[in-house]
């Protein structure tokens, strides 16, 4: 009877048509809860395809003979129902062979992994992070290896010259060019009463020894720029008559005086005395020009005459090259070439000292009478020239081959030109309709400033013996001084150390070797 009771307790056991009555302990089934939840998300999928596949069946479903279960030694079915009951997902056990049991399981362990490789990366990039910094490569966390602006590593010490300026601070350098600064004011104004207001006369100029002359009518007054004295140099005889046009020697001791009677007249700037009266002119000099001891002077009626101040019998030439009155005459530096402007509208280019009757250039473009004219200090070949106010342009001429090089439009009447050798720029001093002044950038030729401040047209324009500041004289009865090449103090400093060292090594001339 035991083997009877034995078998159907076996038989009862093997019966899958009534739940499971067994409880998992509780520890059991916290470590299933996440296999539980992967399995049964598996099994309702599979519970869907199969109870779709067999509602498309005309036949029951049938059991395969992997999951028929008979008890042994029978070869009848186990009492109960005939029919299995349809899988539900939570009494359904799930066939192995088509669950992706191991598929989950590995994601399960793919992603626990990949959450301790995060924290172990994330140390490791802390621990490369920290030790970037403690050896001083200089790379800092979150920053551009490939930087022009970024930091560059500090200098260690004992390093070599190169060294140091490869590890030197990297300043960004602004590719603008900062503009210097020029006053928009002048520096002083002088009063100038009875000057002569006339656009062909030459009535001012600037000495190397810094003494400024300029003629008021009749009178010549000089004043020193740096003490401030003031000297009446002449005075003409006659009521009527006035100074036409001044220039001093280029050592500043001597100045000529060209006047309304025809006369070139000499005087020594330290005496303070006439040391000679030149005639041979028709009418009044309204311009003059030294070249050592050759002194050329303009006249009203468009001659030119070269006088030799060393001998008695002074004119050595005379040039009929204009029809009307010379009002500008320029020497170069090397004192080989002279060019005249005339108010015929031509600038005239003469050869020296093989003088003859006819120039050896002929300049012609310009509309109106040419005073100002100003030749290149660092280009001997480069010639400059304004004209009046039916022109109103400023022209550049290569006397080799006598080919204008450009042309500007200064807007108003041309008269005064003068190069500033510090800056590479040009000052031009004007007349109707702006009488002004304007600084010009070479060779572009962009105006660098404006200065204004005459209430009536420009006449004449001169430049300090230190090349820094410009003295303009106007119809308004003032002159004005305007700091507008002022030399950078760096650069003065060197210059004066080199030119005093310049003159404690060669002898000094003479002051008063030029005339006899």
Same mark, same amino acid.
């Given at each position: 009877m035991?083997h ?8 009862g ?25 992967i ?12 109870n779709?596949?067999?509602?498309l069946k005309?036949t ?10 008979k008890?042994?030694n ?8 005939s029919k ?17 049991i ?5 994601l399960m362990q ?9 924290q172990?990366?994330?140390a490791s ?24 602006r ?6 260690l010490?004992?390093?070599s010259g190169?060294?140091?300026?490869i ?14 600064f020029i ?10 009463p ?23 009518g009749g ?6 720029a ?8 002449m005075?003409?005889e ?6 036409s ?9 001597y ?12 005087w ?6 006439r ?9 009044r ?11 050329s ?19 050595? +030439?005379a040039?009929?090259?204009h =029809?009307?009155?010379?009002?500008? @005459?320029?020497?170069?530096? $090397? /004192?080989? !070439?002279?060019? %005249?402007?005339?108010?015929d509208?031509l ?14 250039l ?17 280009q ?21 081959s ?14 005064g ?13 004007h007349g ?13 030729m962009?105006?660098? +400033?404006?200065?204004?401040g005459? =209430?009536?047209?420009l006449?004449? @324009?001169?430049?300090s013996? $230190? /090349?820094? !500041?410009?003295? %303009? ?15 950078d ?23 008063h070797?030029?005339l006899r």
């Amino acid at each position: 009877m035991s083997h009877f009771q034995l078998e159907s307790d076996v038989n009862g056991l093997l019966k899958m048509t009534d739940p499971l009555d067994f409880k998992r302990p509780s520890s059991c089934r916290e470590r299933m809860n996440g296999e539980n939840s992967i399995v049964e998300s598996i099994n309702c999928s599979v519970n869907r395809s199969m109870n779709r596949s067999t509602s498309l069946k005309s036949t029951p479903f049938k059991a395969s003979k992997t999951e028929s279960f008979k008890t042994p030694n029978k070869s009848k079915q186990t009492p109960g129902k005939s029919k299995l009951t349809p899988m539900r997902g939570d009494r359904h056990i799930p066939n192995r062979s088509t669950s992706l049991i191991e598929q989950a399981m590995d994601l399960m362990q793919i992603e626990g992994n990949n959450r301790e490789s995060e924290q172990v990366s994330s140390a490791s990039q802390e621990q490369y992070e920290q030790m970037l910094r403690e050896h001083g490569t200089g790379v800092e966390a979150q920053s551009r290896i490939l930087s022009f602006r970024g930091r560059v590593p500090v200098n260690l010490e004992g390093a070599s010259g190169s060294m140091q300026a490869i590890y030197s601070n990297n300043r960004s350098v602004s590719t603008k060019k900062q503009r210097r600064f020029i006053p928009d004011t002048p520096e002083r104004i002088l009063d100038a009463p009875e000057i002569v207001d006339d656009y062909y006369l030459n009535c001012l100029d600037w000495s190397s020894q810094n003494w400024m002359a300029v003629a008021l009518g009749g009178f010549v007054y000089l004043w020193h720029a740096t003490s401030g004295e003031i000297i009446q140099l002449m005075e003409m005889e006659q009521p009527e008559d006035y100074v036409s046009s001044l220039n001093f020697t280029q050592d500043g001791s001597y100045l000529a005086v060209g006047t309304s009677r025809a006369e070139v007249q000499i005087w020594d700037v330290n005496s303070k005395k006439r040391v000679r009266n030149m005639l041979g002119h028709a009418e009044r000099i309204p311009s003059l020009a030294w070249n050592e001891f050759i002194l050329s002077s303009g006249c009203r009626n468009g001659a030119i005459h070269q006088h030799d101040v060393r001998v008695a019998r002074h004119q050595i +030439a005379a040039m009929n090259g204009h =029809t009307q009155e010379v009002c500008g @005459l320029r020497w170069t530096r $090397d /004192g080989r !070439t002279l060019a %005249s402007g005339g108010n015929d509208n031509l600038v005239l280019v003469w050869s020296w000292p093989q003088a003859s009757s006819s120039p050896i250039l002929t300049l012609n473009e310009h509309q109106a009478a040419v005073k100002a004219l100003a030749w290149c200090p660092w280009q001997s070949s480069l010639l400059t020239s304004g004209g009046g106010t039916n022109d109103r342009t400023i022209r550049f001429w290569n006397c080799h081959s006598g080919t204008l090089l450009n042309t500007v439009d200064a807007q108003s009447q041309v008269s005064g030109l003068i190069w500033s050798e510090e800056y590479k720029e040009l000052i031009s001093a004007h007349g109707f309709a702006h009488n002004n002044l304007v600084i010009w950038k070479y060779p572009s030729m962009t105006k660098v +400033a404006d200065l204004k401040g005459h =209430t009536n047209r420009l006449l004449h @324009l001169a430049l300090s013996p $230190d /090349g820094t !500041t410009v003295v %303009s004289a106007a119809a308004d009865e003032t002159l004005r001084l305007w700091k507008c090449f002022d030399v950078d103090p760096k650069k003065k400093k060197s210059s004066t150390e080199e030119e005093s060292r310049s003159k404690g090594s060669r002898p000094q001339l003479a002051s008063h070797t030029l005339l006899r």
